[in-house]
């Protein structure tokens, strides 16, 4: 599920949320949480191939949203698991396939998560397996589900139906482009990334105009991750770099992906502590130890990374980072008698100054005029609101974004070590930093941050499927699900009229 709150996350959580926030309610943003507009692509898809090569996200940014009245919540659901998806073809927007009893199984899983929610509406695609998926979520509630063509999963052509293996033997060159170059991709004098942008575009109108302000979409994987990317402004480039799991309930979080067929051996693991004690029980330096809730989730994290392999842990020397990174490590060298593997493995653990912006956040004025205590003093990583980043003076955002660059690039440059082919590393931090590395990854700027948000407890995963000096892939954002009971709700109340 990816959950919008206005939901990169992204999105290995059960849903995803996006939910509508803006001061101006003519043009709506959104805000990521595990979220006549459309003529402007339309008018694009519609020039040469030419004119249409060098398409980049301004093109999408540039075409305003319907006007608002209220705020609105949506959470997106990817189809449980098809017959298509077990064999390993290309569906595309076929109607063949329907959902296996894992598929089955995984909707319900989502079903559960999302039954105390009081959705008003939901809309799905009609295809088979989008449409059953949406019938186990949806339940015995009243409401009717509306399905949408526009949210059909993407046009392959005569690509669909095929074996992945068969597609690159008949296409070759096509296949290889679909793989590397999805936005230029063109098969039957179509494009279909671009014909998809414009369909979520199209999709965004009706959803923002319907007068419902709590809204499920139970969709596919391709035309989820184009509602996402045109909802905060990103173009077709972004194809494949926000990735979204069947019902986004996969068996883990951190098992080994690909990106358009290809296999990744490095990536980054961004784990956030947990929940930190109040200012009425320690100084109010903002270095705050977890609270027992904290060290819960701490394990609950180590025990998810015991099947990986960590190469090595890198965290903020602040005490609730480095209870936490402890916590990760102490799991790791015990994997012989945890019956992981049949060595204890050792992990190299590193403190590094970048990965600590709290000091940072301290600085604002503003912040502290608003009284965002549990801003400034990092107090309790869950209670921070949507949207929370944007609270801060641009001066503030621009040291934050200066230091995390700095941070990137030492953890791009942990990963190259050619010592070890296949490197997995775990970083320890707080969620701002987590959030700016994220933006760097997807070539952002700090205008960015506010968009994207993170609780206590999560991980988010970053793959380099084509190595670590290439682009990165954002695999899993705000994950939870490990926690149990020891999380903080799926799903959260809407933004208030008033403070909309």
Request: with cysteine; net charge negative.
């Amino acid at each position: 599920m990816i959950s919008i709150t206005p939901a990169l996350v992204l999105f290995r959580n059960p849903c995803f949320f996006l939910s509508t926030t803006t001061q101006n309610p003519s043009y709506p943003s959104f805000t990521i949480r595990s979220s006549s507009s459309s003529s402007s692509s339309l008018q694009e898809i519609e020039k040469s191939p030419e004119e249409q090569r060098e398409l980049r996200s301004e093109l999408y940014a540039s075409a305003p949203f319907p006007p608002i009245k209220a705020a609105k919540r949506v959470v997106l659901v990817r189809h449980g698991q098809s017959t298509w998806n077990e064999e390993g073809r290309i569906q595309g927007s076929s109607d063949f396939s329907v959902l296996t009893k894992k598929g089955e199984a995984q909707a319900d899983t989502s079903r559960q998560m999302l039954f105390d929610d009081s959705f008003d509406i939901c809309f799905s695609s009609p295809l088979i397996r989008s449409k059953r998926t949406a019938e186990i979520i949806w339940g015995s509630r009243e409401a009717e589900i509306i399905t949408d063509s526009d949210l059909r999963e993407i046009d392959l052509y005569s690509f669909q139906g095929l074996l992945k293996h068969e597609g690159q033997a008949k296409f070759g060159p096509a296949f290889r482009q679909w793989q590397v170059d999805a936005a230029n991709f063109n098969i039957d004098g179509h494009y279909p990334v671009r014909e998809l942008w414009a369909r979520a575009r199209s999709c965004w109108n009706k959803i923002l105009v319907h007068e419902s302000r709590s809204v499920l979409v139970v969709a596919h994987n391709a035309v989820n991750q184009a509602l996402v990317a045109t909802a905060i402004g990103l173009g077709t480039e972004y194809f494949r770099i926000l990735l979204q799991s069947n019902c986004g309930t996969p068996n883990s979080p951190i098992a080994p992906g690909s990106s358009g067929g290809r296999k990744t051996s490095n990536r980054i693991i961004l784990v956030c502590h947990g929940s930190t004690q109040s200012n009425t029980e320690a100084s109010t330096s903002g270095d705050l130890p977890m609270n027992m809730l904290g060290i819960i989730q701490s394990q609950k994290t180590a025990e998810l990374l015991l099947d990986l392999k960590v190469s090595s842990i890198i965290s903020s020397p602040k005490k609730a980072c480095f209870e936490t990174a402890m916590a990760i490590s102490r799991v790791q060298e015990a994997a012989d008698c945890l019956g992981a593997d049949c060595v204890p493995r050792y992990v190299e653990m590193k403190l590094i100054k970048y990965l600590d912006v709290e000091s940072i956040l301290q600085q604002s004025n503003r912040a502290r005029y608003l009284n965002y205590r549990v801003l400034l003093d990092a107090t309790e990583v869950s209670a921070l609101p949507p949207g929370w980043l944007n609270k801060y003076e641009d001066s503030i955002t621009s040291v934050v974004w200066n230091q995390s660059e700095k941070a990137w690039q030492s953890l791009l440059s942990e990963l190259s070590d050619e010592s070890e082919p296949a490197k997995t590393v775990v970083v320890v931090g707080h969620p701002a930093i987590h959030i700016a590395l994220m933006g760097h990854c997807l070539n952002l700027t700090k205008e960015w941050m506010g968009l994207f948000h993170l609780d206590a407890g999560s991980i988010s995963v970053i793959d380099f499927p084509d190595g670590p000096t290439e682009r990165g892939v954002i695999r899993c954002i705000n994950y939870t699900a490990h926690l149990g009971r020891w999380s903080i709700p799926i799903t959260r109340s809407i933004v208030d009229d008033e403070a909309f």
